[in-house]
């Protein structure tokens, strides 16, 4: 589409242009980083389904974005979707090497086992959850020269 000035304001895209190995389109940095704002604001105000339905627009089968992949996590779970979050999960665990990173996953599998409906691995996850909790305040505490 052209404007009157003749400055071209869409460009359009046939079907063949799009297909190929992968069902989504090229999608840059900036419109990347913008659609993950939006859906973690969407996510904060509770908004899972529409929060979802942005993340699913850039995340792809072979996505190696942890910080995308936390949220698209946190997504499935706010939706009741327990087996697609421990799918994310899984994938989490071999990606996410950050040493921090184990408390909030842990706590969050546990939530997700809790929405796929297997309670008594959910319960077990999340007393070690609170045990890996309780070591790290005992470790905080120690490293700032309180008894």
Known sequence: MVDPDGAQLFTHISQTDVSGTSDTLPIAEQERDLLCALSYVHLACGQSAK?????RLIVHDNCQDV?????????????GLGDEALAILDRLDTLDEHPFSRLPLTLLRSHALRRAGRMDEARAVFQSYVRLRGGTVLINTASKGSP
Do not use: K
């Open 67 to 79: 910080g995308l992949l936390r949220i698209l996590a946190y997504a499935f779970i706010s939706e």
């Open 51 to 55: 929060s979802l339905a942005l993340l």
